[in-house]
């Protein structure tokens, strides 16, 4: 028996700017999903050239750090969108439903105000 972790109803949105950024969001995560394999590609050519040349890759843990950097924020819209954060439920487990929703509303703005701060800092 095949079980999804999300509820099927919250991931797909029924507005056309909702599946949009559904879509962009899927985008951005198979983006991450390639750097991430490009990553691998250039640790395995300095694998290689460090032990048959005797010559690594130049630049390549500068290109690994780049990379890595660029797959997390790749992977965190999509991560956001199905409510896959971290989220620790301890206390918020026994709070009404409109005090969880406050809460949501709550991260979903620090989340923005750290998003736009790091695109800031990129550009």
Do not use: W
Not at 14 to 21: A, P, S, T, V
Not at 107 to 117: P, Q, R
């Amino acid at each position: 028996m095949k079980t999804n972790p999300f509820n099927e109803s919250q991931i797909r949105p029924n507005d056309k700017f909702g599946r949009f950024l559904l879509y962009l969001s899927t985008l951005l995560s198979i983006v991450g999903g390639c750097v991430l394999i490009l990553i691998v590609i250039i640790n395995v050519f300095s694998i290689v050239g460090r032990v048959i040349f005797s010559s690594p890759l130049l630049g390549d843990f500068e290109l690994v750090e780049m990379g890595c950097a660029i797959a997390i924020f790749s992977f965190l819209p999509i991560c956001h969108f199905k409510n896959g954060n971290v989220i620790v439920d301890f206390f918020s487990s026994r709070f009404p439903i409109y005090i969880k929703q406050i809460l949501d509303i709550f991260s979903n703005l620090i989340f923005l105000m750290v998003s736009g701060f790091f695109t800031f800092r990129m550009i």
